[in-house]
């Protein structure tokens, strides 16, 4: 039987969002992002949209492609699953994908989780909240705090991560597939195609 994976990437692409979220959380990343790939050629999360405007956010298969993530500096580290929970996350994304439309970035939580009081809103997520929904949903971990109260960094801490990489993700050429060029940043969509 394969071993399934599943990949967390958390990146500091050096925006200006981010820095503001830096000057709170003093880490080096705050965004992060899930993949079935040990590639991370395609990673799933909740951001920008467009590259020139980091307020219109929501459900995004990231361009890993993009100088705006080629030049990000990055975590990527991965997690032994079951063939179930592989479903199970596979499953709940593709719903929220299908429905993308409806969803956005969750700015109210980003204040609420300053505060620490989660906001809940329907169909919309920060990053980490995402990504932490997502591994609640295959019943990985028991969150001791609620998804609209993590950060990046709680990621790291509530599941048995294995450290693959750390550094430029340019440079995370794993099986040769994020190549070493970037497609410019323009006001491209955050997804493939």
């Not at 990504?131 to 971990?141: C, K, N, P």
């Not at 993590?150 to 801490?157: F, Q, V």
Request: contains cysteine; aromatic residues 14%.
């Amino acid at each position: 039987m394969a071993e399934n994976k599943v990949y967390l990437l958390l990146t500091d692409t050096g925006s200006f969002f981010t820095k503001l979220i830096k000057l709170y959380t003093k880490k080096p990343y705050n965004h992060a992002s899930i993949s079935f790939q040990s590639n991370v050629a395609e990673a799933y999360s909740f951001g920008r949209k467009k590259m020139n405007n980091p307020f219109v956010g929501g459900f995004v298969k990231e361009n890993l492609k993009t100088c705006f993530f080629q030049q990000a500096e990055a975590v990527v580290c991965s997690l032994t699953v079951t063939d179930i929970q592989l479903h199970q996350m596979k499953q709940y994304i593709q719903e929220i994908e299908k429905e993308k439309e409806h969803y956005r970035y969750n700015f109210l939580g980003l204040l609420g989780f300053l505060f620490g009081t989660p906001i809940p809103r329907e169909k919309a997520l920060f990053c980490s909240q995402f990504v932490a929904t997502v591994l609640q949903q295959a019943e990985i971990l028991d969150l001791e705090r609620q998804p609209a109260l993590m950060t990046p960094y709680h990621l790291l801490e509530i599941a048995e991560w294995e450290w693959l990489y750390q550094g430029r993700l340019k440079d995370y050429n794993n099986h040769g597939t994020i190549d070493k060029w970037c497609i410019p940043n323009m006001d491209l969509p955050m997804e493939w195609g």
